[in-house]
């Protein structure tokens, strides 16, 4: 469930940010370059200028389900890129993807779902809210010293048919 609701928010964001520059491309089922992963970024496909990963890290909440009708997620998308520029207007576009025009976390949006096994339609997902959402910042860098930006947010959602 997980990983289908990840790789169907990695498609969604990629949508809302196909009109915007750098542009951020998603392809798991190929060869080519990807910029987009899920969970983790796998070295040996990823354009060594500029990727991000988005991941869960951490589980549901551990308050009982009649208090939190609601999964609630924790997530973060980090970017690496060769340049500090680079790599923070990229995050920056993600940033904007889970963002109303107003810079207000998204709320009740639903996104198409996808299976993460075979990338086949399967009904929706409804983003009841995404809180403490933080603005992009270097948090860090790689071993081969690549500025590494980062935000987290938290995520309720439900699956819809």
Known sequence: MLDDFLHSLCRWM???AAALIPTVGINYATGTLDQLFRWEANESSADPALYSVVTIYSG????????RPTPRLNLQVATV????KAAVAR?????????????TPMRMQTIPGYLAADNTASGHWLIVNADRIQRP???GRDDRNRPRFAFNFEVEIQQTS
């Open 14 to 16: 990629v949508a809302q």
């Open 60 to 67: 549901r909440s551990a308050q009982p389900d009649y208090l």
């Open 81 to 84: 890129g060769q340049s500090n």
């Open 91 to 103: 995050a920056e576009i993600l940033f904007n993807a889970l963002t109303a025009a107003d810079g």
């Open 137 to 139: 910042g270097l948090a």
